[in-house]
């Protein structure tokens, strides 16, 4: 029988990743389908997405897009998100203000132009990290060890899906000297079916 559903994403982590946890967790089957960004294929099914992105997530011959609102979705299926709806506002906002840093982050790592990408150095590591990193941790210390309502939500699994590619963007752990934010890496890289996922899941670069 064939999987429920289907992810359609670069061969990497990056904004698939998030899902693909969620998937895991949830133990529900995927189809973990990988796009050779510099193949041929990519330029090929581009034209056919809604917006020109991916990731997409396919499910009863329908196709969703938007990684934050594929994995919220997700989240309703696996229970990890808010009991009402001031928790999942809780949650969103965690969500959104890690997808504020991963933008800051990656309009510095993509910029080509050397010179500009340099003017942007030290603002993002001196300035920008070290704000974003304070206030999550001490966000984190007020709920209890995460992000947000006091328990495992799919804000967590979202952060730490990120991460690696946090790290391929900054060339360096962003939560290394972070420890709120180190111990909740390692809470949920703990659970079992995340750590069975990641375990098993495909070397990449990003």
Do not use: C
């Not at 752990?173 to 098993?200: G, T």
Request: aromatic share 12%; charged share 30%; proline share 6%.
């Amino acid at each position: 029988m064939a999987p429920k559903y289907k992810l359609i994403y670069f061969d990497g982590t990056a904004l698939g990743e998030p899902i693909r946890f969620l998937l895991s967790y949830g133990q529900i089957d995927f189809e973990d389908k990988r796009i050779d960004f510099d193949g041929p294929e990519w330029p090929a099914i581009k034209p056919t997405t809604p917006f020109g992105q991916v990731p997409l997530l396919e499910h009863d011959g329908k196709v969703a897009h938007q990684s934050a609102a594929i994995s919220r979705y997700l989240a309703k299926q696996v229970k990890l998100v808010g009991s009402n709806d001031w928790e999942d506002l809780e949650i969103d906002a965690a969500v959104d203000t890690i997808n504020d840093l991963r933008a800051k982050i990656a309009a510095y790592h993509y910029e080509k132009d050397p010179a500009v990408k340099e003017t942007r150095k030290q603002p993002l590591f001196k300035e920008i990290l070290p704000f974003y990193l304070e206030k999550l941790e001490a966000q984190v210390e007020k709920n209890n060890g995460y992000l947000a309502t006091g328990k495992l939500t799919w804000a967590d699994l979202f952060f730490v899906a990120l991460l690696k590619y946090f790290q391929v963007m900054l060339g360096k752990d962003l939560v290394e000297n972070s420890p709120n934010l180190n111990k909740l890496k390692e809470k949920v890289l703990a659970l079992p079916n995340i750590k069975a996922w990641v375990d098993k899941r495909p070397e990449t670069t990003f």
